[in-house]
């Protein structure tokens, strides 16, 4: 069981940044594979950045490729991602996520995780 908590949101311009992190809880936190994803008012969730286990692999949505960075730190138990050069259009919830398995790849999928927390708040003003 892992359980996710999500901070760092906020209101910034465009061209800003932002830090997200998201908290996790439970012993197989540092097995897991995690993502990132966003929805924003009437849209599908979307996937933006995801990362394996030890840290190696990480695959990103190209529409923020370059610009987003995702991390993770195993001994505090977090998972980062890193926002510069926001765009309006990045206007959303943010939520990290987990797969249920130690060791499986990192996906784009979100069907493939298992836990979610409850998101963040990410307003880029135009």
């Known amino acids: 069981q892992v359980q996710l908590v999500e901070s760092g949101g906020g209101l910034v311009q465009a061209g800003g940044s932002l830090r997200l992190s998201c908290a996790a809880s439970g012993r197989t936190f540092s097995y897991s594979a995690m993502g990132w994803f966003r929805q924003a008012p009437g849209k599908e969730r979307e996937f933006v950045a995801c990362i394996n286990w030890g840290g190696s692999v990480t695959y990103y949505a190209d529409s923020v490729k370059g610009r987003f960075t995702i991390s993770r730190d195993n001994v505090k138990s977090t998972v980062s991602l890193q926002m510069n050069s926001l765009k309006p259009e990045g206007t959303a919830v943010y939520s990290c996520?987990?797969?249920?398995?130690?060791?499986?790849?990192?996906?784009?999928?979100?069907?493939?995780?298992?836990?979610w927390g409850q998101g963040t708040q990410v307003t880029v003003s135009s």
């Open positions: 996520a987990a797969r249920g398995r130690a060791f499986l790849s990192p996906t784009r999928d979100p069907g493939e995780y298992d836990y």
